[in-house]
């Protein structure tokens, strides 16, 4: 039985090595012998460092992470192979990188260099810790906040997945949603004139706000010149030692009333956190380095939320829409700080639809589609293992049925939102819920205020709906863009992740799932007129489709929603939709798992 160390060092291989091989090196092909016979590898050239790698490939994936085993490595020109530690193989990895990248500035590249290995390290060290103290998963599948909290080894397009900098190992037991902690938030009373709040529902937002107080019963001391604002504890500590945050105290504008209400628990975005008691998510700013990013609650993003529940409101989409839900983020409230365009006061009010137990079933795709503890299977297997056992049918059969029922309520409604508003969500797996209590995916779930794409083509539809649409920054894309940003999201993050994790589970045969998915796409683009038969059809007939360089990123140490000067994103790859597995019927079928 392996050690939670030893997992956590495959994990964290994976992660980088997958990075590695999408954005600097996709290596070469061979096959390795061994004693017990030859294996499948890739071999990675470094010749800065006078070797050669050979990572044995035991699951490999058309459209999603390879899963790498044994590393070996020799050095030039010697023939003689050794086998090395992941780790080591990993440093190698990350050295090679940056002296590919700009000889002469090896000096200055140095301090990047560390930086990335730190978070390399830190994000192994937060997922052994989470192996050790982690939760078996429900045999019946789960719920909402479960899910949320199973993730235990992140995005596996991210080479520093689990990286938190800026979170001591004692906070981690309350505030990490893998340990499942749960706390109280604290509440700071403001005076009115230093508030600012919107609202698309009929409470104003420091309405909600009190209620989240009210409703158990407590009482806190404010003044009728006075409104509550909810914070996160971690941001509370932080604020509280902001030199201007004191003086406001001194001058009586701002009093620390302390933790009060209802005990709320981290959802996967470890910033946005849940009750089942009551009926709003609450999403803060955090003082910590989450992946790539210092998470912070932007001006534009509390604009954009409130202006987002008017249009999906004023369009009739709820009533349209059966199998495709919107959380909607419709109120914020946060304090004015004079010279400063936010003041790590901003609190956005989500919508929660999963109070009580309305979430049992409620799976984001980012859990349903992780990699499982070794030996045991996959959250999504089980699943569909179970309706197999449940109905009495094939289990090739099942598969193939629950991606039909997954491509209808979470990809197609998608582009048909995109087609007839020019509205494109950040659909990306941690974003994007299932409710799959009876089975198959009935409806799928899109969160996260951030993550609206509106079209230029549709500028003047758009603002005739909420004009102050047109006042939000950064909110209006060309065409272009958006394809490119929303064929990475719902197609390689999300809908791969699905088929990839079908395909390593032997489930089906990703050039089955994928040829299934060109023949959706196909269908959206014949019934469809606008943007969402464009977006079709880009991802359909381009030789590559966009993803995201998140290493390319973590290499220059850029925090992507702070920089204006980050390099490039997003970078084509090859598109597995138009590889010969995906364009072509096998002449004899693949052998499939019972």
């Not at 909607?328 to 004015?336: E, G, H, M, Q, V």
């Not at 204006?564 to 138009?578: C, E, G, Q, S, W």
């Amino acid at each position: 039985m392996q050690s939670s160390r030893q997992i956590a060092e495959t994990a964290t291989f994976q992660s980088f090595a997958n990075c590695y091989l999408r954005e600097v090196n996709s290596g070469v092909p061979v096959m390795h012998r061994t004693l017990s016979g030859p294996v499948d590898c890739i071999e990675w050239s470094m010749p800065r460092q006078q070797i050669v790698l050979r990572v044995e490939i035991t699951s490999s994936s058309l459209c999603g992470p390879q899963h790498f085993g044994r590393v070996w490595c020799r050095g030039v020109p010697d023939s003689n192979w050794r086998q090395i530690e992941l780790m080591s193989a990993l440093h190698n990895l990350v050295h090679e990188t940056y002296r590919q990248v700009e000889e002469g500035h090896v000096d200055a590249l140095r301090g990047f260099e560390l930086e990335l290995l730190m978070r390399v390290l830190d994000s192994y060290q937060q997922t052994s810790l989470y192996i050790d103290k982690g939760l078996p998963t429900p045999a019946t599948g789960g719920g909402f906040i479960e899910a949320e909290q199973s993730l235990v080894f992140g995005h596996w397009l991210h080479p520093t997945p689990k990286s938190r900098q800026g979170m001591t190992f004692w906070q981690q037991e309350s505030y990490a949603p893998e340990l499942r902690g749960q706390f109280k938030l604290h509440y700071f009373a403001v005076k009115t004139g230093h508030v600012r709040h919107a609202s698309a529902r009929p409470a104003a937002a420091h309405e909600i706000v009190r209620s989240l107080v009210s409703a158990n019963g407590e009482n806190l001391s404010i003044g009728d010149d006075e409104y509550l604002l909810p914070m996160h504890p971690l941001q509370a500590e932080a604020l509280l030692l902001d030199p201007e945050v004191r003086a406001l105290q001194q001058d009586g504008l701002l009093r620390h009333l302390g933790p009060a209400g209802s005990l709320f628990t981290a959802t996967s975005s470890v910033r946005t956190v849940y009750s089942a008691d009551e009926n709003w998510m609450l999403k803060f700013s955090l003082p910590v380095r989450i992946t790539n990013s210092v998470r912070l609650n932007r001006r534009q993003e509390l604009e954009a939320g409130v202006a987002m529940a008017k249009l999906i409101d004023r369009i009739g989409f709820a009533e349209r829409s059966q199998n495709f839900r919107i959380i909607r983020d419709p109120a914020y409230i946060t304090l004015d700080m004079p010279g400063r365009s936010e003041s790590g006061f901003e609190v956005i009010l989500r919508e929660n639809p999963f109070a009580g137990s309305k979430g049992r079933g409620v799976i984001t795709v980012a859990a349903l589609t992780a990699d499982p503890l070794p030996g045991e299977p996959s959250r999504l297997e089980r699943i569909i293992r179970a309706i197999a056992a449940r109905d009495g049918e094939p289990l090739p059969d099942v598969c193939l049925a629950w991606f039909r029922h997954y491509l209808t309520c979470a990809v197609e409604p998608l582009i048909q939102l995109y087609d007839d508003h020019g509205v494109a969500l950040e659909a990306h797996q941690q974003n994007s819920l299932l409710d799959i209590g009876a089975g198959y995916p009935s409806v799928s779930y899109y969160r996260d205020n951030q993550g609206f794409y509106l079209s230029e083509r549709y500028r003047s539809l758009l603002v005739g709906h909420v004009p102050e649409t047109e006042t939000i920054a950064s909110l209006y894309f060309a065409e272009s863009e958006i394809r490119d940003r929303f064929a990475y999201y719902l197609i390689v993050n999300q809908v791969f992740s699905v088929i990839s994790r079908m395909g390593h589970d032997g489930l089906c045969d990703e050039g089955q799932l994928l040829r299934l998915l060109r023949a959706h796409l196909e269908r959206c683009a014949s019934k469809m007129t606008g943007a969402g038969r464009d977006f079709a059809r880009h991802v359909l007939d381009l030789p590559t489709i966009a993803s995201k360089a998140n290493l390319t990123t973590r290499l220059f140490d850029v925090d992507e929603l702070q920089s204006d000067n980050a390099p490039t994103l997003y970078r084509p790859v090859p598109n597995p939709l138009r590889a010969p597995a995906a364009l072509t019927i096998p002449r004899t079928s693949h052998a499939i798992a019972s």
